[in-house]
């Protein structure tokens, strides 16, 4: 009988690339454990079992567990602060316990290095971690600890850090935490050594380090400028100021705010102590030159192949066709007739908004508020989409997430922007008409003024934005080349593909 590996964090960046690594196999019986089973594609949910339900509750890991052999622990809270660490911790309090009462033989989970602190407060988190937790009962369940830098590849934090430094600071200051030696790993050598932990015997509790060749960011930048043909200069600064440098990396590339955070003490991390190393522990694995890594994540990129980005992940519900979105207290809908462009075309011609296409009027409001987004901590309007012709749900989309997405029908957009209150945007393509509607449930009398003050905004975008998507259909296109997009593009769709 073939053992069953329970896979979590599955729709995440490594998860998603993970699942797709494993489904095919013929010795195991794979698991997925999922907040919103929506977000699987179809082949995801054919090849393994599913289970749905919300990592932080005992009794939906314990029914997830039954039966399980070996669990791949994936789960993080997004954020950083002392709210985004207890709930790591309680997760993983109630994981390890949920293992315990199931039986469990093992845990493969991964984190970062160590900090090089011997603050007595940093001490406490450390040892606090979610893996540290989950490395707490060798006696009872043998759990495999990964330890990896920051990881590299296309649609990951420190890539799209790096390729977006490179395109848009010629100057680039780097402080002192730039100059530390820190260990990259690419994404496919993270995947080789999480698919082989499958298989390796260990002894209790282990720590295995993933020990690449040590590279300071000032030497990944380089890199970087030299493989993009590029002529930036990087200067380093005698001083370091991590809130600081976190702000600008978060201006100018289209990650958040905490994730620019979390990226900066990555590079602060370096490989401490005595614990395994991964050359010698899975000796089978060579690790890929970070110029290699680079190469290939640039090619992934330029031709729209990433299977996941490091915003995949979110603490944040979905509304479903039925959910939330019906208690909206307003709405602002807006009809525009098809005036003869084919219903799928009108479709497709919404599928692709958003991106490095923009939003097809009044670009610059639109670019405005991502400033403002971005400015008070929101994911801003350069955060961007996977790929520029599918989308899928769950799929980050500028400042919005795709909730719901029925083919030639509806796409449904999530707000994720700051906001007093909730929104949606939804997009119908009715027989003859497209309907579009914006829903909004306020928080507070803030919320009701920050309604009436877009209302303005509305009428001025909305309508010229419908007529827009309708007119971009209509226009004649070389077969198979989406209407009004640039020569050499497909037809965009759902992504039913495996990611």
């Keep these: ?96 316990q949920a293992c315990l009462d199931q039986g469990v033989g093992n845990i493969i989970c991964i984190g970062a290095l160590d900090q090089p602190d011997d603050d007595a407060r940093c001490a406490a988190v450390a040892s606090s971690t979610p893996c540290r937790i989950l490395s707490g009962r060798p006696d009872r369940i043998r759990t495999l600890w990964l330890r990896a830098g920051t990881i590299i590849g296309s649609g990951s934090c420190g890539f799209e850090i790096l390729r977006n430094l490179v395109r848009n600071a010629p100057l680039v200051p780097v402080p002192r935490w730039g100059l530390l030696p820190t260990h990259p790993v690419g994404i496919d050598d993270v995947m080789a050594y999480l698919v082989a932990a499958l298989t390796h015997d260990h002894p209790g509790s282990t720590q295995v380090d993933i020990d690449t060749p040590p590279l300071t960011f000032m030497d990944m930048l380089r890199q970087t400028v030299a493989i993009m043909g590029r002529s930036n200069v990087p200067i380093p600064i005698p001083f370091s100021i991590p809130r600081l440098s976190s702000l600008g990396l978060a201006a100018v590339t289209p990650v958040s705010r905490p994730a620019t955070e979390a990226f900066i003490a990555e590079l602060q991390a370096a490989i401490q102590g005595q614990q395994a190393r991964a050359s010698t522990f899975f000796p089978e694995i060579s690790p890929a030159p970070f110029s290699h890594i680079l190469r290939q994540a640039l090619d992934e990129t330029e031709n729209d192949l990433v299977p996941s980005r490091w915003c995949d992940a979110s603490d944040r519900v979905l509304a479903d066709v039925g959910g939330q979105i019906g208690t909206a207290i307003w709405r602002d809908r807006r009809i525009h007739a098809l005036a003869g462009a084919r219903p ?40 961007g989409r996977r790929q520029a012709s599918r989308l899928r749900i769950g799929d980050a989309l500028d400042f919005w997430r795709v909730a719901d997405l029925v083919s030639d029908r509806r796409l449904l957009l999530q707000a994720e922007m700051k906001l007093p209150g909730k929104a949606w945007l939804e ?57 009004g997009s640039l020569p050499g593009s497909s037809i965009p769709g759902t992504d039913d593909r495996p990611a």
């Design 427 to 483: 997009f119908e393509v009715r027989r003859e008409t497209l309907i579009q509607t914006a829903f909004f449930i306020p928080h507070g009398q803030l919320g009701r003024l920050y309604w009436y003050a877009m209302l303005p905004w509305h009428s001025l975008i909305f309508p010229r934005l419908c007529r827009r998507i309708v007119e971009r259909a209509r226009v004649v296109a070389p077969p198979g080349q989406m209407p």
């Design 1 to 96: 009988m073939r053992p069953t590996v329970l896979l979590t964090g599955v729709t995440g960046y490594i998860g998603r690339r993970l699942e797709k690594a494993l489904r095919g196999r013929k010795d195991i019986t794979l698991r997925l454990l999922v907040r919103d089973a929506r977000k699987l594609a179809d082949d995801t949910r054919q090849g393994a079992e599913i289970c749905q339900g919300d990592a932080m509750h005992l009794p939906v890991l314990q029914q997830a567990l039954a039966g399980v052999e070996t669990a791949i622990y994936l789960v993080r809270a997004r954020g950083t602060g002392q709210d985004s660490r207890r709930l790591d911790q309680t997760m993983a309090t109630n994981f390890l």
């Design 344 to 383: 799928r075309q009108v479709f497709a011609s919404l599928l692709v908004l958003g991106g490095t296409r923009g939003w097809l009027t009044c670009n610059l409001l639109w670019q405005v508020r991502g400033l403002i987004d971005k400015a008070i901590g929101g994911p801003g309007l350069n955060r």
